[in-house]
């Protein structure tokens, strides 16, 4: 049996997808791109990704079927010094929920809220 990551895709729903897409581009300092939605019924843009490369991939995504909210899921975007793009995320249209705070020996995590009100992390190792 080959063994895999945890996590091979994820989604961050959204109401207002261009909101969306203007802030984690704001954030991220990183160009996302439309995709097609494999059921037809969604409206996707995709952070950037090396599909052959460690770690997941994932899409910003309008759909019937689910919309933004605060849950038990947490998705960490990794960054080189998570304080940067968190002093960007108030700009964006959204608010830091906790600023960069010390994970031990994993690094560090800012806390956030996006344009969509969904909780989302930012790691680093510095």
Excluded at 20 to 31: C, D, N
Excluded at 51 to 66: D, E, N, R
Excluded at 94 to 118: A, P, T, Y
């Amino acid at each position: 049996m080959t063994k895999m990551n945890a996590v091979g895709w994820f989604d961050i729903y959204v109401d207002d997808l261009d909101r969306a897409v203007a802030f984690y581009e704001t954030v991220l300092g990183a160009s996302l791109e439309p995709m097609g939605d494999p059921t037809g019924e969604a409206q996707m843009m995709s952070f950037p990704a090396e599909m052959s490369a460690y770690g997941a991939a994932g899409a910003l995504t309008k759909s019937p079927h689910a919309g933004p909210g605060v849950g038990g899921t947490i998705i960490y975007f990794m960054a080189e010094d998570c304080a940067v793009p968190e002093a960007r995320v108030s700009a964006a249209g959204g608010s830091v929920m906790r600023e960069k705070f010390s994970i031990g020996e994993f690094g560090f995590v800012s806390l956030c809220m996006d344009s969509e009100g969904n909780m989302f992390g930012i790691n680093s190792l510095k």
